[in-house]
Nanobody, 117 residues
């Protein structure tokens, strides 16, 4: 059974930083593609950042240079470091795992990030 548990969201002023964590169980973050998505209120969910099994990363253009995605294999956890936060980064952030074995997408419950202007 795969579980993804996000934490680290909250309220922050514009220009501030937050680090989101995604603790995974039932799936190995090192050998599967892991990603963060976000969904602003009333809008569609969009990809924020992804890290592949080979360690390659890609980012939404709107967060390039401000966000980084990393993983800790020992803790089986994926992180999203968010710096220089903007009001438009306000959204519910979801952890995503794509299983190379089952070709299935798994989702966490989401964590709210609110950036005050």
């Amino acid at each position: 059974q795969v579980q993804l548990v996000e934490s680290g969201g909250g309220l922050v002023q514009a220009g501030g930083s937050l680090r989101l964590s995604c603790a995974a169980s039932g799936i190995n973050v090192r050998i599967n593609s892991m990603a963060w998505y976000r969904q602003p209120q009333g809008k569609q969910r969009e990809l924020v950042a992804r890290i592949t099994p080979g360690g390659s990363t890609n980012f939404n253009d709107s967060v390039k240079g401000r966000f980084t995605i990393t993983r800790d294999s020992a803790k089986n956890t994926v992180y999203l470091q968010m710096n220089s936060l903007k009001f438009e980064d306000t959204a519910v952030y979801y952890c995503n795992a794509f299983s190379q074995l089952t070709r299935y997408n798994y989702w966490g419950q989401g964590t709210q990030v609110t950036v005050s202007s």
